[in-house]
């Protein structure tokens, strides 16, 4: 089954504990980002990757980092988590980014739900 | 510079009447727009999307919205609402990928 896959699904930490949320997609798309939900304020990227090696800061990428050492996996870290980076969190991709269509065409994950205390 | 404006953060509808969710952008770009639905305690899945073959679109569920470039306009529309329709629903512009705010659908019985 073509999917996107997200671990944890639920995350409690505390400030300045380092962490990791994993992304895995299985079907050999080029492009993935990472988003954040607010209420009120919809999905905002945090980073994108074009393609293996490649990546780049989407809208409100402080705080994040990610990698791309292998075509299907897509790690979001935060080194030293803060309260304000409470959120839902949302892995996606895509075929590729060459074209707007295919682009925009994205495949979602489940979610992870992170609180910071 | 693109952006994409969401005209109502929520809409409230009678089950069975019809349903406009409104949707604005700008690009520098002929841009690709879609619309994608969210329900409660879930991913976020396509709805639909314009391509620029028809003005047109019609996706999954009955849905369909229509591109009106004079008007800079992408709304989506359903004739007849149903109960399993209460969801949030995100208008999406790319080049740049942006998400609009969200509009929140509510059915009433």
Request: one cysteine or more; aromatic letters at 12%.
């Amino acid at each position: 089954e073509a999917q996107v896959t997200q671990n944890p699904r639920y995350l409690i930490t505390v400030t300045g504990k380092k962490l990791t949320v994993t992304c895995s997609q299985n079907m050999n798309h080029e492009y993935m980002s990472w988003y954040r939900q607010d209420p009120g304020l919809g999905l905002r990227q945090i980073y994108y990757s074009m393609n293996v090696e490649v990546t780049d800061k989407g809208d409100v990428p402080e705080g994040y980092k990610v990698s791309r050492k292998e075509k299907r996996n897509f790690p979001l870290i935060l080194e030293s988590p803060s309260p304000n980076q409470t959120s839902l969190y949302f892995c996606a991709s895509s075929p590729t980014w060459t074209s707007g269509v295919q682009a925009g065409t994205q495949y979602f994950g489940p979610g992870t739900r992170l609180l910071v205390l | 510079a693109q952006s994409v404006t969401q005209l109502d953060s929520h809409v409230s509808v009678s089950e069975g009447t019809p349903v406009l969710l409104r949707c604005n952008y700008s690009s520098s770009y002929s841009p690709s727009l879609f619309w994608y639905v969210q329900h409660p305690n879930k991913g976020l899945q396509l709805l639909l999307k314009y391509t620029s073959a028809a003005t047109l679109v019609k996706g999954i569920n009955g849905f369909e919205a229509e591109f009106k470039k004079s008007e800079t306009s992408f709304h989506l529309t359903k004739p007849s609402a149903h109960m399993s329709d209460a969801a949030e629903y995100f208008c999406v512009v790319v080049y740049k990928l942006t998400f609009g705010k969200g509009t929140l659908l509510t059915v009433n019985p």
